[in-house]
């Protein structure tokens, strides 16, 4: 693996400390928080170690001097990524209202459950998700998933071979789609085999976009397309068919 940068890993190591703070339940955990924070360097540190041969990583944190290999404007990335985030919230909560729930009313539980929160939260739990989620299932596991294939399927030209991206990105898309069942299942009384099949679906397509966005763009692009997603399917889906 190449070092990891400095600037960047201490930007998304912050950014990671701050989302890991806002998760956290209440009364706060200090000793819980520290280990939870050290973690978090851990694998921002690995995943930009191991994405950094590829090209990959934070483009926008960490700069380059080589004009040649300077990604596209900021400005662009960023834009792109937002708008991304936005019309798949929109397409996944146009899904969700106007398909599933008509059919599988226990999926509806869960806006109504981001409904009646505060309106702040709902924010908050955009951003924390974001930035975990994506450092986790982006940057750590797709890069550390890349790098580790690329050690038995040597890469040509300096890029992955199309199947091991393939492969760290159908690991991302699936673990994705696993980790939100116990926030959906939760809620519900009776959860069926097509609820499961609603969540891992939804889930498994934002994570796909995402995915697309990291390799793309880089992490910031991915954290932020996440939370742009988020956004409409949490704060302003939830109230509008309410």
Not at 57 to 74: R, S
Not at 146 to 158: A, D
Not at 180 to 198: F, N, R, S
Request: hydrophobic letters at 60%; aromatic letters at 10%.
């Amino acid at each position: 693996m190449k070092k990891a940068a400095g600037k960047d890993f201490l930007v998304l190591a912050a950014l990671g400390a701050v989302a890991l703070f806002l998760a956290m339940s209440r009364p706060l955990n200090l000793v819980a928080f520290i280990a939870g924070s050290a973690i978090v360097c851990v694998i921002v540190w690995l995943g930009l170690s191991a994405a950094a041969p590829f090209g990959k990583g934070a483009p926008l944190l960490a700069g380059t001097k080589d004009p040649a290999a300077a990604p596209p404007p900021a400005v662009k990335i960023i834009a792109q990524a937002l708008l991304g985030g936005f019309f798949l919230g929109a397409a996944l909560l146009s899904i969700l209202v106007l398909i599933i729930i008509p059919f599988e009313p226990q999926a509806g539980a869960r806006l109504e459950a981001a409904a009646n929160q505060p309106f702040w939260k709902p924010w908050v739990v955009a951003f924390e998700s974001a930035v975990l989620e994506e450092l986790a299932g982006r940057l750590f596991l797709i890069g550390g998933a890349v790098w580790l294939l690329s050690r038995f399927f040597r890469p040509v030209g300096g890029k992955p071979r199309r199947y091991v991206t393939g492969i760290a990105i159908a690991l991302s898309v699936i673990a994705f789609g696993a980790i939100h069942l116990p926030a959906w299942l939760g809620i519900v009384a009776y959860p069926t085999a097509g609820l499961i099949m609603v969540v891992l679906v939804l889930n498994g397509l934002g994570g796909l976009l995402f995915s697309y966005a990291f390799w793309q763009w880089g992490i910031e692009a991915a954290v932020l397309c996440h939370f742009a997603a988020d956004i409409v399917t949490q704060v302003i889906g939830p109230r509008l068919v309410s």
